[in-house]
């Protein structure tokens, strides 16, 4: 039936910075007040200059202490001009200055120095020149070192394939197919010799015997069916429109002879639609290359034009389509048909499937339920809106999520098994068939959420299925349970004996004839131990090893030879069953098979 920002915040206190004071030093003596700086200039000295007077302070004192021993106030006037000269002046001022006894000789000391800086920046200067003048040698690029190759990395090995965990197992046991009802469609798979448009009781299908195919399990769609066999391969046959069967089906032959057989077995009309399609009405194998190499199937399941097939290890494969009321809905949300073998990646570890009309449910060896397909009557558990239906063509769970050990559907409802016994029903319910008292004789009735069936308390259910508009349960005592609409007689209850109370049986104005049966009512004889429901017709195989069928009948697909319906619980009896134990049976849209151990099994 298959997601931050971060933030940070800064501290402004902690980025806060603290600004330094600093003295600037001295650039006058005590002594000489006339040295002193005036107080009105507020201009700060840059730190170059700083660093520079700072460095001519000595000089200053020295030249100073000549100038107060000769009394000369043209060296104060020096003095105090080497005190206001900017960079290079200072330069002069911190050149180490020699004795002189006058002021001619300090002057004289004073120029040579001067001259030899001039003299010193010229030559500096006329060599920037020339190396500016001179091309700027070339740099050699430099070769590549070349590397020496790295050794290859040793290949990593291939990562060992997951060893598969086998939670599903086939059965062994190899059946004698029987088949009648309607054959129109080559629902039958009798093969093109048989142009019957129906077969009125059971007949050996003999492309489906334990000798010719060792059919193990199998399954009816609407107008097709499919097959496992004894030695893994899946076989289907019917109605291919849409893909149903899984394979291509394209013939342009002829038609053939009809070959009906003469005895009691097969006693069936002739066909009024011509010859059948041989690669239909012809059971065959789907190519095995459709499936991964190691694929090993363990259950099959139909709906009225999809097939579905289950693996050991809990995967699902389908091919088909799904219809709803306005006509084909889509196999999956990106396909419309399937027509060949789909692997469905949502769903895994499943061991059971379940199929209504068109709707698939799931379970899941952890106990939870998967539904998907039509969901128009709420069979799938979750509301689908029309302008988004085909969202219900993806399985999903839906709320029953663990502890459930079995899954049942009918037409467009559908049953859940809890591990504590309890049944739940859900899906269209306009004739009770969900088993939930609520809003039953109205048009369109649906319950929405899956709900305990009150009337089931206490029993021990092991399988739970349904049809159009009735349900059947079967407990571990082998006793069949009934309810929903009786009208067709699929119910296989004495109308005649239902009791009167209202809160039990639903009865029409006119005649007081009984409708609906509400709650579950068990069918006292026989015991079973197994059966099967479609649109309006039960076939179950008793504890005893017979078949038994009722209901609806106008195809013969009660395998009773009337085409008027089957009021109560009746065996099927003919040359083909006598003398066989029927084990298993399943029913189409209008035809029944039914499965019989074959000889010296």
């Given at each position: 039936m298959a997601t931050g920002a971060h933030s940070s915040v800064w501290n402004t206190e902690n980025i806060r910075r603290s600004t330094r004071s600093t003295k600037a030093p001295k650039l006058y003596d005590e002594e000489f007040p006339a040295l002193r700086p005036s107080s009105k200039s507020t201009n700060a000295m840059p730190p170059k200059k700083a660093a520079a007077a700072k460095t001519a302070e000595p000089a200053k004192e020295k030249a100073a202490k000549v100038s107060k021993a000769s009394g000369s106030t043209t060296t104060k006037a020096a003095a105090s001009k080497a005190s206001t000269t900017k960079k290079p002046a200072a330069a002069k001022a911190a050149a180490p200055a020699k004795k002189a006894p006058a002021a001619k000789?300090?002057?004289?000391?004073?120029?040579?120095?001067?001259?030899?800086?001039?003299?010193?920046?010229?030559?500096?200067?006329?060599?920037?020149k020339a190396a500016d003048a001179a091309p700027a040698p070339k740099r050699q690029k430099k070769e590549p070192a070349q590397r020496a190759p790295k050794a290859a990395r040793p290949a990593r090995p291939a990562p060992a394939p997951k060893a598969k965990v086998v939670i599903n197992h086939a059965p062994t046991q190899r059946l004698d197919l029987l088949v009648f009802g309607a054959?129109?469609?080559?629902?039958?798979?009798?093969?093109?010799?048989?142009?019957?448009?129906?077969?009125?009781?059971p007949r050996i299908n003999p492309y489906l015997s334990a000798d010719t195919a060792g059919v193990v399990a199998f399954a009816?769609?609407?107008?097709?069916?499919?097959?496992?066999?004894?030695?893994?391969?899946?076989?289907?046959?019917?109605?291919?429109?849409?893909?149903?069967?899984?394979?291509?089906?394209?013939?342009?032959?002829?038609?053939?002879?009809?070959?009906?057989?003469?005895?009691d077995s097969s006693s069936s009309s002739s066909s009024e639609g011509g010859a059948l399609n041989p690669l239909e009405c012809t059971p065959t194998a789907i190519d095995a290359s459709a499936f991964p190499e190691d694929t090993v199937f363990?259950?099959?399941?139909?709906?009225?034009?999809?097939?579905?097939?289950?693996?050991?290890?809990?995967?699902?494969?389908?091919?088909?389509?799904?219809?709803?009321?306005?006509?084909?809905?889509?196999?999956?949300?990106?396909?419309?048909?399937?027509?060949?073998?789909t692997y469905i990646p949502t769903l895994t570890r499943i061991t059971k499937l379940a199929t209504g009309s068109n709707h698939v449910l799931a379970l899941s060896q952890t106990g939870t339920v998967y539904a998907w397909g039509s969901g128009e009557m709420n069979q799938l558990g979750r509301r689908i809106i029309e302008r988004n239906r085909t969202h219900g063509l993806e399985p999903r769970a839906f709320g029953l999520t663990r502890h459930y050990n079995d899954i049942g559907a009918g037409s467009e409802h559908s049953f859940a098994v809890h591990s504590d016994g309890r049944v739940l029903g859900w899906g269209l319910n306009n004739f009770g068939q969900t088993g939930v008292d609520s809003q039953i004789g109205e048009d369109n009735a649906t319950v929405v959420k899956p709900t305990a069936i009150t009337s089931l308390a206490g029993r021990t259910i092991s399988n739970v299925t349904g049809g159009n508009h009735h349900s059947i349960a079967l407990d571990t005592d082998g006793q069949l349970l009934v309810w929903g609409r009786c009208e067709n007689h699929a119910l296989g209850l004495d109308l005649s004996a239902l009791p009167t109370d209202e809160a039990l049986v639903l009865r029409s104005g006119a005649g007081n004839r009984p409708v609906l049966v509400k709650q579950a009512r068990t069918i006292s004889t026989p015991t079973f131990a197994h059966a099967a429901t479609s649109s309006d017709h039960v076939v179950a195989a008793g504890t005893d090893g017979k078949a038994y069928s009722w209901g609806f009948s106008a195809s013969y697909q009660t395998g009773q030879g009337t085409d008027d319906d089957v009021e109560m619980v009746s065996v099927i009896d003919n040359t083909a069953v006598r003398g066989r134990t029927i084990v298993a049976s399943d029913c189409g849209g209008q035809f029944s098979v039914i499965g019989a151990v074959a000889a010296g099994q």
């Open positions: 000789k300090d002057a004289a000391t004073k120029k040579a120095p001067a001259k030899k800086a001039a003299a010193a920046t010229a030559t500096t200067t006329t060599k920037r054959n129109s469609g080559a629902e039958l798979g009798l093969g093109p010799q048989t142009n019957s448009a129906s077969v009125k009781r009816c769609g609407g107008m097709h069916s499919v097959a496992l066999t004894h030695d893994n391969r899946i076989v289907t046959w019917g109605v291919n429109d849409h893909g149903a069967l899984g394979r291509d089906t394209t013939w342009a032959g002829a038609p053939t002879n009809d070959a009906n057989a003469d005895d363990t259950a099959v399941a139909a709906t009225d034009s999809a097939t579905f097939v289950l693996t050991d290890d809990g995967h699902v494969y389908g091919w088909g389509i799904f219809r709803s009321i306005d006509g084909p809905l889509g196999f999956s949300p990106g396909t419309r048909v399937a027509h060949t073998p």
